[in-house]
């Protein structure tokens, strides 16, 4: 059981201290900023920080005016890692990119632990909510908050995993409506968990513990990971046995039960697909064994770019045009529709793959004003309708990519399905 503030500690008056203010953390705060609670926002970038205070947001999940209303709500940001001394309940959100050797990079979340560290207050609640293998909340990070503190995780305060779920762009589902998953150290440290996100949040899940609500995050995208692959795989070899493969998922999804329909593409992208499957097959190599569905989900999914350069490359032959000659503008850099965020875009291998192939390479994004692939600085196109190329790779299916914005007489090669029908548009 925690114990509560020692009586010559001021009392808390900070309710949640988010720690990173990114597209996990920033939203998190907004939402819990909306009902009521006292939040503050720490990030380590002072540009951030200043943008963030000024009223200017950087990420596309929330706008300037949505900003506004949180900063009129008792929002702040700061650097000052002081305030989580203040808190009543941090909640690290910090980057866990992959490593040189496959695995997580636990830089980030090492470095915000040990700063919670140094500031935890007995009867305090620290969450994590960074994507990573199972066991690091046990393993890592309670460690390092123990030797900084000098107080008993579990005991003296409570420590929790609750993995983000946060999908950029989605109309429908946001922080305050996608179940949130809660497992904490001890069955207290779970409730205290709940207890935060309730505030702000409708429906919350119990886990067993951290290490099953570590595993969730990961099962979730890994079997998105694979079934990717799958209708990725079967893209290559519908094409050569002349079956239409976007028409068989549309026939296959009409089946009310026992099927989910996944849709083939450049390859993947994002913050959590192409890398989050590895931090599980990391963790389980260190058991001796290799995930394999995974590694040969990560190796189909990886070569699609250069699958899709290849049925560029055949296109424009068709076309009597070599590659090292050709014009091709890509549309859509970004790693999903209509949102701005190029993490892991597979828009990135493409391109690279067609400039080390001698194409004058051309791009149009509405959403991405620069672009730059292996430090060259892509040309951009601001008007598609009268853009000059001799092919077009539609990349990133934005909502304006309609058959009457495109360029009169330049064949497409369509990677999204999304101009399935259009004359001169080859699908994937």
Known sequence: MVNDAAPNEPA?????VVVGQG???????????????TVVGLDRSQTVVDALNAGSSHIDDIADAELAVMLGQGY???TDASVQSRAKAIVICVPTPLGEAGGPDLAAVIGASRSAGQHLRRGALVVLESTTYPGTTEEVVAPILKEESG???GADFCLAFSPERVDPGNPVYGIVNTPKVVGGLTPECTA???ALYSRFIDTIVEAKGPREAEMAKLLENTYRHVNIALVNEMAVFCRELGVDLWDAIGLAKTKPFGYQAFYPGPGVGGHCIPIDPNYLSYKVRTLGYPFRFVELAQEINNRMPEYVVNRAMAKLNGNGIALSRARVLLLGVTYKPDIADQRESPATPVGRKLIEAGAEVAYHDPHVTTWTVGGHEVERVADLATAKADLIVLLTNHGEYRPDALPAGVPVLDT????????????L
């Not at 808390?12 to 949640?16: A, E, K, T």
């Not at 597209?23 to 609670?37: F, I, N, S, T």
């Not at 999204?416 to 699908?427: F, N, Q, Y």
């Open 192 to 194: 205290a968990a709940k």
């Open 23 to 37: 597209y996990v953390g920033l939203p998190l705060a907004q939402a819990a900023a909306a009902r009521g609670l």
């Open 76 to 78: 702040t940001a700061t």
């Open 416 to 427: 999204r399905g999304a101009l399935r029908g259009t004359d001169g548009v080859e699908t």
């Open 12 to 16: 808390f008056d900070v309710d949640l």
């Open 151 to 153: 107080l008993e995780p």
